[in-house]
């Protein structure tokens, strides 16, 4: 074999074993790599697992739940007899005077003291765990509780004095919305998790009876059966939703903790008893989800109604708004402006009340008073100021004829004081004004030289003020001004006593 060719294959060699290596140090860097995403992926995986261990130990209760007790606990509040009865008689008196009063802390005692939570945690429970014995108890309760209720409260409002005043707490408990469902849910849902923890959070307790206010709406009610039946039936309405939505929250807390339901022996009577249980689930969520609904889409509405008034009509300046009045079920808003609204005016706003989606549908009607237009203001008002003017003219001649008799007045008490006082004494114009102004709470005032004698043969000139005070002053308050003007009345007069006489 030649040199040459000896040459050759070991330059291909060495080509070869180059390119090997490139290759291998290709292939380590790609598993570098795979082995950091790896590494990556199990550093992801395992704060993954260990977020979701935290979250895991950080809400869920199921493991400190005692199932017994809480059915035992709840199924005892059921009853509604004797002493609790007469509390919750005293319970409505109370939050009656409270709403009456509009005392807010009256109101917070009485839901305290109120026993309504029982049959309607019994209602939830009861439906979760197919009992149908029961839920009858719950809804028969509740039932009584409520009818006992409204007639405490009715023969409260009926017959009190000044007890048909219908006060802010009342007006609050009328107009339910939005707020209130989300309160009643999540207040009942707080309250059955705290009823099936492990030793009874009391406090929860107390503060979901504040919050959900099954109390006021009742008394509210009442209320309404003795003077307005608008009232009646908005106060039963947000009652109506924070039954609902309690018992709504027992029933959802119970299933998802996995309370065991109740077996019947007999398969028929099992089967249709869980149908009912499930009938009456549905019919309970049932109006629960429609109000929900409602009061979203309501709110809804609402939202884009003031909007729309904030900042279309009451910001324009071309506009002199009045009222506006919304008719939801006719789809209508109805806009009383003051003075005359041009077309294009009209036709700006129909454009504007597009924009807004919850309200794009709704028919705007408005109202412009013809006999308040602009130019008719203007001359209205011209005419109001220049009347204005002439009365202005008038009150400044009387003025200073009223300053003129005031100063003829003062020359003619001091022409009278100098005809019948020596040239020592004060001007009593100036005394009365300056007493007047030191001491207010003067009604009248008088002073005069006094003639004297103690002894029948010599006789001294003495100084006598006839006062009089004002009525509310008491005693010792008059003794105490008595001195001090007796010794500024000295000061004054240029002598040695003065005697105080009161009227």
């Known amino acids: 074999m030649s040199d040459e060719h000896k040459f050759n294959f070991s330059e291909e060699e060495r080509l070869e074993q180059e390119q090997h290596k490139d290759e291998e140090k290709q292939i380590n860097k790609d598993k570098a790599v795979e082995d950091k995403k790896d590494a990556i992926r199990k ?47 005293c319970s409505i008196f109370v939050a009656s005077i409270g709403l009456n009063a509009n005392s807010t802390a009256v109101v917070i005692g009485a839901m305290l003291i109120s026993p309504l939570m029982g049959p309607i945690l019994g209602v939830g429970m009861s439906i979760a765990l197919n009992d149908i014995d029961t839920l009858r108890k719950s809804l028969i309760n509740l039932a009584t509780m409520i009818v006992l209720s409204l007639l405490t409260a009715y023969l409260f409002f009926k017959f009190f004095p000044s007890a048909d005043l219908m ?129 979203i889409t309501q709110s809804g509405l609402d939202g ?69 237009s602009f130019d008719k203001i203007s001359d209205a008002y011209d005419r109001a100021i220049k009347d204005l003017d002439q009365k202005d003219n008038i009150i400044n001649g009387l003025q200073s004829q009223i300053e003129d008799l005031q100063k003829n007045i003062t020359n003619l008490n001091k022409q009278i004081e100098s005809k019948s006082s020596d040239q020592n004494s004060v001007s009593f114009t100036s005394l009365s004004r300056d007493a007047k102004i030191k001491f207010s709470d003067l009604e009248s005032f008088g002073y005069a030289k006094m003639l004297e004698s103690k002894d029948f043969i010599n006789i001294d000139t003495v100084s006598v003020a006839n006062v009089r005070w004002k009525v509310k002053l008491t005693d010792s308050i008059v003794f105490s001004k008595e001195r001090d003007l007796q010794k500024w009345l000295k000061n004054e007069l240029k002598v040695d006593t003065v005697f105080i006489k009161r009227n």
Request: hydrophobic fraction near 50%; charge should be neutral; include cysteine.
């Open 304 to 372: 884009d109604y003031q909007k729309f008034i904030e900042d279309e009509v009451k910001s324009n300046n071309e506009l002199w708004y009045q009222n506006a009045i919304p008719h939801w079920e006719d789809k209508e808003i109805v806009l009383y402006i003051n003075g005359e609204v041009s077309d294009a005016m009209v036709a700006d706003l129909n454009n504007e009340i597009k924009t807004y989606d919850k309200i794009k549908d709704f028919k705007l009607i408005i109202k412009g008073n013809k006999n308040r």
């Open 167 to 295: 006060t802010n707490e009342l007006f609050g408990r009328t107009k339910p919305d939005l707020r209130d469902v989300l309160i009643a849910f999540f207040g009942g849902a707080a309250l059955i998790i705290a009823r099936t923890k492990k030793g009874t959070i009391a406090s929860v307790i107390f503060g979901v009876a504040i919050a959900t206010a099954l109390m006021p709406p009742l008394c509210t009610a009442g209320y309404g059966l003795a003077h307005d039946w608008e009232v009646f039936i908005g106060a039963m309405y947000l009652f109506t939703i924070n039954t609902i939505f309690i018992a709504l929250a027992t029933f959802i807390v119970l299933k998802v903790l996995g309370f065991p339901m109740l077996k019947y022996a007999n398969s028929k009577k099992r089967k249709r008893i869980a149908q009912l249980a499930s009938l009456i689930a549905i019919l309970v969520m049932a109006p629960a989800i429609w109000t929900f609904m409602n009061f």
């Open 43 to 89: 550093d992801a995986q395992g704060l993954f697992i260990s977020v979701k261990t935290f979250l895991h130990e950080l809400l869920d209760f199921r493991d400190d739940t005692d199932r017994d007790a809480t059915i035992a606990a709840i199924k005892a509040d059921i009853p509604f007899k004797g002493a609790t009865a007469w509390i919750l008689i």
